[in-house]
């Protein structure tokens, strides 16, 4: 398969390229990355690469800072094999670790989770998924039902039955994230976790969750916060991430107007992640 290579040249580099990477790679059909002094350089299937898109990412991502590109056809290579070389697996602490089948075993980790990456996003390197595991390592989940909105490779899903959870469900609205979810959740022994293709539109409150978690971004989370507290019961937490710290008093706010009060949170490398409960 042919790849196309864009190299995005950045003015500034952070926040904007982290949130480049979000963008392609979360909301399109982008691979991997390689961060770049001067910016990123990002790969898509020659196929699926879509110029408009990728420039209305720029501009919306990229608004304080000045970006241009430049695209090329990358030759025709074992890509799988090249992949492999430069993904590496992921340890929270001693709590979890996070591994692709070409990685070795660990016992020195309360948890295990093996995910095929492929294209969905999830795979533990990102910030925000890190801070997620983290926020999960002290959530009580035995017994609990569980919602893991924007679930991507399932794996917040997969370590949530690890814990205990009763009931997972795991919904994403990119159909190659669902099937690799699908995958990975029977490659780790979890095979009655719900995934489900679609979005917040499949909530409905007569199915209540004790936790859920929404690892997207945050515009997404200022929309459907709302159906996110509906099907969360009394007492339940709301995990969030996949915004900045200027981003924390507009996402709390719509939080509070809801019933949801902050309860504490993390941060890594300029990502945000917060945990409220709801009244």
């Known amino acids: 398969m042919k790849y196309t290579e864009v190299h995005i040249h950045l003015q500034r580099i952070e926040p904007y390229r982290d949130m480049l990477i979000y963008a392609l790679g979360e909301e399109g059909p982008y691979e991997s990355f390689e961060e770049v002094r001067d910016g990123l ?3 898509v299937a020659e196929d699926q690469f879509d110029e408009f898109f990728l420039k209305e990412c720029i501009e919306r991502e990229c608004a ?5 590109y430049t695209i090329q056809t990358m030759p025709d290579r074992n890509w799988n094999e090249e992949w492999e070389k430069q993904h590496k697996p992921v340890l929270v602490d001693d709590f ?3 591994r692709a089948p070409f990685h070795p075993h660990r016992d020195d980790v309360q948890y295990e989770i093996e995910i095929e990456p492929k294209m969905s996003f999830g795979t533990g390197h990102h910030q925000t998924t890190y801070m997620m595991l983290s926020l999960l390592k002290d959530e009580p989940l035995e017994g609990r039902r569980v919602l893991d909105m924007g679930s991507g490779t399932a794996v917040l899903a997969i370590l949530a039955a690890k814990k205990g959870a009763k009931y997972v469900e795991a919904i994403d ?6 099937r690799n979810a699908q995958e990975n959740v029977v490659r780790n022994g979890c095979p009655d976790i719900c995934c489900l ?3 917040a539109a499949l909530l409905t409150k007569d199915k209540q969750f004790d936790v859920v978690i ?3 971004n945050r515009n997404i989370l200022l929309h459907d916060m709302a159906s996110y507290a509906d099907v969360l019961c009394s007492g339940g937490t709301l995990l969030i ?3 900045y710290k200027n981003d924390i008093e507009m996402l709390s706010q719509k939080a509070l107007s809801l019933q949801l009060v902050p309860a504490g949170g993390c941060e890594r490398e ?7 409960v709801k009244k």
Do not use: M
């Open 41 to 43: 350089k990002a790969y």
């Open 64 to 68: 304080g800072t000045s970006a241009t």
């Open 96 to 98: 979890c670790w996070v």
């Open 173 to 178: 609205n990119d159909e190659w994230a669902y």
């Open 197 to 199: 293709l679609g979005d």
């Open 214 to 216: 929404a690892n997207i």
């Open 241 to 243: 991430s996949g915004f």
């Open 270 to 276: 300029g990502w945000q992640a917060l945990r409220f």
